[in-house]
């Protein structure tokens, strides 16, 4: 059924992501500036120079993901449809049904899905604790959200893990997932793919910790996300998340298999106002680096209040 009612708008959707898609790489993908060229003089940053990526061994040559993810075709979205579905019926298996999840505020994680203003990019971050973050925590959304396409999240993957074959790379590409290569800083093509997706007003997630925190220790969040933020045409809305108990569905030991009965929660914290604050940045024609470091370390103590509170909720559930 939601693959025939996705088949209904498929056509036309495709042609207007398709095209917007386009409009955004023309406009984005451009060597690295402090800010991308907008119809509103509201959100132009002047362009400054900035250091190319970091170059490192790639190993598997993840280049043609790039290009697809850039430009999706329409076998694109009809494969990455059928993948999406799939992997979301089986998120939501496991973590509704398997295990005791309690999810706390999921309507403002919903209403920003579906209600949010035409072309208003949705930025979510959360910690990072297993290899089963995502997708399982999306499995708490309704069948509507989590198994569409057009709705759920562009997340970016590690692409020594998720992408080191064809066929890892194409599962995951269909998935909506970003190979990310740590290491690399924050102008790899990666980063400049989710300011394309936001200034189509898209849902990206990102873990800002940048990898699994198997220690569980107060990390300092990395950069990216402040310049994914800053540099988008439109300011996102930005929406933390903490949750407990995900390295319990899926341990970070051998042999990796997945637990059933185990305690989770998830706490949707209240989204994060930096619309004045990143306008006067703006404004104030800050440096790229220096604005970017800011605004991470704004999302760095809205996690450090919303951890204890969360940490609290899941200590008090049987």
Known sequence: MLLSVAGLNLCGRMRLLNRGSCIALARIQKPCTAGYPTSSKKFHVQPQPQPQPQQLAMGYNIEWIF????????LWYIASQIAI?????FAKFVLVFLNRTVVYNRERLINLIAKRPAGVPLVTVSNHQSCFDDPGLWGVLPVRYVCNTFKIRWSMAAHDI?????YHSTFFMYGKCIPVVRGSGVYQDAVNLCIQKCALGHWVHVFPEGK????KEEMRLKWGVGRIIY???RIPIILP???EGMDEVLPNTEPYVLKWGKKVTLNI???IDLQDFIQDLKDRKVPEPEARKLITDKIQDVFHHLRKETEELHKKRL
């Open 85 to 89: 579905t799939a992997v979301g019926l």
């Open 231 to 233: 540099e988008s045409p």
């Open 67 to 74: 290009q697809r993810l850039r430009c999706p075709s329409g």
């Open 269 to 271: 914290g209240q989204p």
């Open 212 to 215: 699994v925190n198997m220690t």
């Open 162 to 166: 998720c992408f080191t074959n064809k």
């Open 241 to 243: 998340m903490w949750h």
